[in-house]
């Protein structure tokens, strides 16, 4: 965010710019996107999720602390948003288990053979429990400080650092197939 102060143009925001807030939207976009498919792997559920979480924002960005950081902050709402939505979803889209595939019950990552290496992380990342996921993406792909993570999530600096650790090591596990592969 070089040469842009987010808290002067949340401070304009609160004070009912919407120039000020639009320009804050641009600005986190592309990663509230991001980080709203790491909870729902679905783009479209993606962008509707940043869109309500930035609408949000909006309605709460007078209680915004501009003694904080405002990046977190928003991310929070967005993680939220995505959470909520993906709630929302499962409940409509409730199924009997006995009409689940029993493909669908197996691991993951046993067609990875026939996808590309994004792919493959993808789905590698789905075999992740959300918060692990969510503290692996934020860390290592958007390369977040673990202590912002932390704000973002709502939980403990420590928690973060045991969630990196323990998804980093459940990807590589899924993902020896895919060195085996190369190997070949």
Do not use: C
Not at 91 to 105: C, F, I, K, Q, W
Not at 150 to 166: N, Q, R, Y
């Amino acid at each position: 965010m070089t040469g842009v102060d987010e808290t002067e143009l949340a401070a304009r925001a609160a004070s009912g710019s919407e120039e000020a807030f639009g320009e804050l939207v641009a600005l986190h976009a592309p990663m509230a996107r991001r980080v709203a498919y790491t909870i729902l792997e679905d783009q479209e559920d993606a962008d509707d999720a940043a869109q309500e979480g930035f609408l949000s924002a909006w309605q709460a960005i007078g209680r915004y602390d501009p003694k904080r950081a405002f990046r977190p902050w928003l991310m929070q709402i967005v993680v939220n948003a995505a959470r909520d939505l993906r709630r929302r979803r499962r409940v409509r889209a409730a199924e009997p288990l006995d009409n689940v595939a029993a493909a669908a019950r197996d691991d993951p990552a046993r067609d990875m053979g026939a996808m590309d290496l994004g792919e493959k992380l993808n789905a590698a990342l789905a075999t992740l429990p959300e918060r692990q996921r969510l503290a692996v993406v934020l860390f290592d792909a958007e390369g977040y400080p673990q202590a912002e993570i932390a704000k973002m999530l709502g939980i403990p600096e420590g928690t973060v650092k045991s969630d990196v650790f323990h998804g980093r090591r459940a990807l590589r596990k899924v993902l020896e197939s895919v060195k085996e592969e190369w190997d070949e």
